[in-house]
């Protein structure tokens, strides 16, 4: 059965409204689009308050139109400045003359391990495990139906803020739209870009915004780590403002988002005549003398996140670098890893429409909207049936 969502995402320089379907032959085809810059957000808010309705007016808008489609309701992506990680380990003992995990095991650890958290202002909206362990078996996913006496557990939940989503729901009723679910972006985004075999021995995905660098870390299916940091791409096309005189516009279209980290001395970035102001030309050596103390800066606090992340990581661990505020240079991602000793790789590319790191958190929503709702579509769990469907269905609920 064909199953059509909209989704609405909050970026820090643009809000992005899709609707999406899948078919036989894609799992998410995206219809309509619409995207409407904005000023964004910090963690303790909108920069414009004045101006967010508007925004999400013609984002969504733009979508219909798009779409040829009318949006009545729609999902809303949480950014991760507005959400949070808990994980939690629990053990269940398992009973009976011939104990074997059971479904009923499985939500007694998600019940307990929820038990373990304490905080308060947030809306729980993602619960997936990281692992199983029957007694002293290997980490799994499907643990139910193994004999053992014990079952061992690590939960990721994603609690949103409150606030947020009290705040956005508020405005797309004044606009005329029904919210009909509530997901946190980070754990659709890394399930997305993030390959399963590199979740399976640990992987770290790094979506450098325009005012915000996300860092996340997953283990299997789960986001076991996420550190929302205050500082983006659109930090160095202020820098280049300044030191180039230049305005944000020329900074960031002639120059920051033309800027190769590959070492080619012999490059110029060309800015034409503009309001008064002649043609200038800048050579690589200028141009890296701002920019990269800047993305020096923004390594520093990706290490600086991962070290106080409690987290094991190693040789087998693996990096990802995504997102619009360093998406587009070239050698970027070898830069930034290069500075604190770890091999960062480009995230791939998962779609075949949209697929700019820019979108890459919006893209991340729409899939991960979609898998839920597919999986509240199929049967329940059941002794011989896929565990980790019925995680899914816990996202969003």
Sequence with gaps: MKTTVAAIDFGTSKIVTLVAENSSSLRCDIVGVGVAAYDGFMDDGWNAPGSVNDCIRASIQDAERQGRRKIHKINVG??????????????????????????????????????????????????????????????????????????????????????????????????????????????????LFLPDEDRDHTAVLIDVG????????????????????????????????????????????????????????????????????????FTQKQVAAIVEPRVEEIAELIKEALDKSGIRLGSWTTYYLTGGGLGYNRGAAKFLGSHIGLTIKDAYKRTAKMNEPPYSSALGLVDLIIDTVETRNREAVTVGGRVADWFRSLIGG
Excluded at 107 to 134: C, D, N, S, Y
Aim: with cysteine; charged share 25%.
């Design 210 to 281: 325009y005012l915000t660098t996300d860092v996340m870390v997953a283990e299997g299916d789960a986001l076991v780590y996420m550190r929302s940091i205050d500082i983006g791409g659109g930090h160095i096309t202020a820098d280049l403002t300044d030191g180039l005189d230049l305005t944000m516009s020329q900074a960031e279209g002639k120059v920051k988002r033309l800027y190769s980290f590959l070492g080619d001395e012999e490059k110029t970035y060309e800015v034409p005549a503009e309001d008064g102001q002649p043609a200038r030309s």
């Design 78 to 191: 949480v950014p991760a400045t507005f959400t949070r990680v808990y994980c939690k380990e629990v053990t269940i003992e398992l009973k009976g003359t011939d104990p074997r995990v059971s479904a009923a095991d499985v939500r007694q650890a998600f019940k307990e391990a929820e038990q373990k958290i304490q905080q308060t202002g947030g809306i729980k909206v993602h619960a997936t495990p990281a692992w199983f362990v029957v007694d002293n078996g290997k980490k799994t996913l499907t643990p139910v139906g193994k004999a053992g006496r014990e079952l061992r557990a690590m939960i990721s939940f994603v609690y949103a803020d409150a606030r947020f989503i009290e705040d956005v729901s508020n405005r797309l009723k004044d606009l005329g739209y029904d919210v009909d679910g509530v997901y946190a972006t980070a754990p659709g985004e890394m399930t």
